[in-house]
């Protein structure tokens, strides 16, 4: 069974945490070598986001989902402890501000961003070329579509 730490660094997230535990859930089963997968989410705040981008990633700004596997790679999980996933990091204000300019419920993109954010964990990397972008997003469409929301791609991301 999947197990999920959610911690809610900031006040301003709602209670969102049963949903979240749902889509880590789903994503998890769709990929069956990673049932047991143990990921935490943490629900912060725009300027910690920003300084996680600033140091990790060298961009200066805030972003919705920020995923740290555990290692890097195809294969992120250890053979030693496939258990271990990584961390999902989002950040209250983009994610409120994104779900508004899209007029969707902040749970319903909260949750998208949970399924994009571990399946980055599991290996998916939409930067990597436009065949994995679409890869991902496939992914992504068919476990939202289990879980009852609809296609996010519909709308495209405004950055």
């Known amino acids: 069974m999947a197990k999920v730490l959610i911690h809610h660094e900031s006040t301003l997230w709602p209670p969102i945490d049963k949903p979240l535990r749902k889509a880590v859930k789903q994503t998890l089963s769709a990929r069956k070598e990673a049932k047991k997968g143990e990921v935490s989410i ?52 983009t994610v409120a501000k994104e779900a508004e300019e899209r007029a969707i419920p902040l749970t319903q993109h909260t949750v998208h961003l949970v399924v994009h954010g571990l399946l980055h964990l599991l290996g998916y990397d939409h930067e990597r070329s436009p065949a994995e972008a679409e890869r991902q997003e496939r992914q992504e469409i068919a476990i939202l579509a289990q879980l009852g929301v609809a296609n996010p791609y519909t709308l495209r991301d405004p950055a």
């Open 42 to 93: 943490l629900l912060s705040d725009d300027s910690h986001i920003q300084q996680l981008n600033r140091h990790y990633r060298q961009q200066d700004k805030a972003t919705n989902v920020l995923s740290f596997a555990l290692q890097e790679g195809e294969q992120p999980a250890s053979k030693a402890n496939k258990r271990l996933l990584g961390d999902i990091v989002l950040a209250y204000q």
